[in-house]
């Protein structure tokens, strides 16, 4: 699959936000919250590297499209839809996707979300892995799930293919 995020600049955001990645989805698995220093630091790559990489008219798109997302953000997780550190994150991952990768990023999102609630579910039900990490909140947030996971992983996932597929 192509996708408009140019391999280039897809490259040189793989290696600051993968470990963001990781930090986000094992705090929402640990305690079912996502720090907002996830957020920050995530703002912080785009700001600085999209800077040096993106063409200007690419990198103030980015801006836009966080704009948009932090607004409907905040409605959706006001409405009780989404927690608010997930809706935090999704905005904060918004400037790195490219206009025309927004369809395909959202199945990606769906099909991660799918895949990790079920993951998570199953791993729930397994003793000998649930006593790996016995003090995860998400182990016993009944219907609630760490949506981190899932968004944190379609991220990745969307920078890497960009980077070596796109």
Do not use: T
Request: proline residues 6%; positive net charge.
């Amino acid at each position: 699959m192509d996708f408009e995020l140019a391999a280039k600049a897809a490259m040189w955001f793989l290696p600051l936000s993968l470990p963001i990645c990781f930090w986000v989805a094992y705090s929402d698995l640990k305690s079912m919250k996502i720090p907002n220093k996830a957020m920050l630091a995530l703002l912080a790559v785009y700001a600085i590297v999209g800077l040096i990489v993106l063409p200007m008219p690419l990198y103030l798109a980015g801006w836009l499209n966080f704009v948009v997302m932090i607004i409907a953000g905040f409605i959706i997780s006001s409405l009780g839809v989404v927690g608010a550190g997930d809706a935090k994150i999704l905005a904060a991952m918004a400037p790195f996707i490219a206009r025309g990768d927004i369809p395909a990023f959202a199945m990606l999102l769906a099909f991660c979300c799918i895949v990790a609630y079920a993951l998570h579910r199953a791993a729930m039900n397994i003793a000998p892995i649930r006593n790996l990490a016995p003090n995860w909140q998400s182990w016993s947030a009944g219907k609630d799930f760490p949506a981190g996971l899932g968004l944190a992983s379609a991220f990745a996932i969307y920078l890497v293919a960009a980077a070596f597929g796109g």
